[in-house]
């Protein structure tokens, strides 16, 4: 069982399924050559693919090419299938910080073969996540500065204001086909300045109101 935990409590929150929104910042599909798709593009990372505040990402040996792409995540807390976008935002019970890792050159590979990502977004330590707070303490989680640096340069700079659909049309959009359960994360996207890291690289991440998560390369 993989767990995480809502500031103020130490009782861990068994974790089901992590989705993911590619392509949910505007800038961030062009800087990559894609198109911004007209509905939403989601995959699934397993919950063994989480990692922690200190923790080490460790980059598979098929791979020469570990992106970083730091996102919003969300909590849910409730069940819900189906769920209009007006009752979405009460499904969530916290926020968090991710970082998606991704494997572009297996990315690449994969989209060529018409393929499923998970080999490139899914591998074990892909998911540095932190801490969640509880979602009554983020006003609005649409309007939050979100930064990553690498080894003290900054890369990622950007506001979830800049997301293309927000969370509760995404949430809606993935309960036509997912029930959602307590304990399954959203990751909502990442904005440009996505980048390459090797090891020795440390990576260091802020959403504005939730905090902060540091993260190394083996």
Known sequence: MHTITLNGSETPIAVGKIICLARNYV??????????????VIFIKPASSMIFEGDQ?????????CHHEVELAVLIGTQGKNIAAEDAMSHISGYGIAIDMTLRDTQAKLK?????W???????????ISRFVNADQIDDPHNLAIQLSVNGQLRQDSNTACMI?????????????????PGDIILTGTPAGVGRV????????MIEGIGTLQVSVK
């Open 112 to 116: 060529e073969k018409g393929f499923p």
């Open 27 to 40: 800038a961030h599909a062009h800087e990559l050559g894609n198109e911004v798709p007209s509905e939403p």
């Open 198 to 205: 090797v090891s020795g690289d440390t990576m260091a991440t």
């Open 57 to 65: 990402v460790e980059i598979p040996p098929y791979s020469d090419d």
């Open 165 to 181: 659909r927000r969370i509760p049309e995404t949430i809606a959009a993935i309960t036509q086909g997912f029930t959602l359960e």
């Open 118 to 128: 998970e080999k490139a977004k899914g591998f074990d330590t892909a998911c540095p």
